[in-house]
């Protein structure tokens, strides 16, 4: 167990729809990543958070947005969904704002969209 | 750009074989990290093990081990011996030692380790 939660483990919804993902750091952790798994982009970074604030962007999708709470929890938020969003959606933390530190990875949310 | 290639897509062994991943790099930088990441069958990606590109020096842990070649831009993953639980994808990172550049990953390789 790494110490970084996501909810919901797994979630079904429909073309257009909105969907929020929530990751809860490891304790002590500044940093959030945000990561989208699929089968033939295989792993992506998507955006950095370090204490609040965005540290770097990946090819997010417009329609993707994400924000880290004062309380150091991140929310990711999808919307106006295509079929091709459908993907494992992974959080990682870390200590520091290095990219280079260790990344604790959660248990990922696995998003299809129907 | 930066990039990293696991030309291996899938491998398959028998328990207590050797097995080798391959994983090379492209960057323009002078110095940077690699990393190794496991994903067993659970889905959670862990951390194996990160290498500055200024220390050439193989690293062994237990039934691992790692050669990172500058010449060959090579940072190639053994496990001696596998088991069972080695089963998984493995996925090799490129990232920086300063700045916000995001790790890129490689496709991984998927290890199938048959009792």
């Known amino acids: 167990d790494s110490g970084v939660t996501q909810t919901p483990k797994h979630l079904i919804t429909a073309t257009g729809q909105r969907v929020t993902l929530r990751c809860s750091p490891r304790?002590?952790?500044?940093?959030v990543y945000w990561y989208q798994q699929s089968l033939d982009q295989g792993l992506q970074f998507l955006i950095h958070y370090y204490n609040g604030e965005e540290r770097a962007k990946g090819n997010i999708l417009e329609r993707f947005s994400a924000q880290q709470f004062p309380d150091l929890h991140s929310e990711l938020n999808l919307s106006s969904l295509e079929l091709g969003d459908s993907a494992l959606y992974f959080c990682?933390?870390?200590?520091?704002?290095?990219?280079?530190?260790?990344?604790?990875f959660g248990p990922g949310t696995r998003l299809t969209v129907l | 750009a930066q990039k990293v290639t696991q030309a291996q897509t899938e491998i398959s062994v028998v328990e207590k074989e050797d097995v080798t991943l391959d994983c090379v790099y492209e960057t323009r930088d002078t110095t940077y990290y690699l990393f190794w990441y496991k994903q067993p069958p659970s889905g959670e990606l862990v951390f194996l093990i990160r290498?500055?590109?200024?220390?050439?020096q193989n690293e062994i842990s237990g039934r691992y081990s790692w050669n990172f070649q500058k010449s060959t831009s090579s940072f190639n993953f053994t496990i001696t011996a596998s088991q069972v639980v080695d089963s998984a994808v493995y996925f090799c990172a490129l990232g920086p030692v300063s700045g916000n550049t995001p790790l890129v990953f490689g496709k991984g390789t998927r290890l199938s380790v048959i009792a």
């Open positions: 304790s002590g952790d500044l940093s």
């Open positions: 990682a933390s870390s200590q520091g704002q290095g990219v280079y530190n260790e990344q604790f």
């Open positions: 290498r500055n590109s200024f220390d050439e």
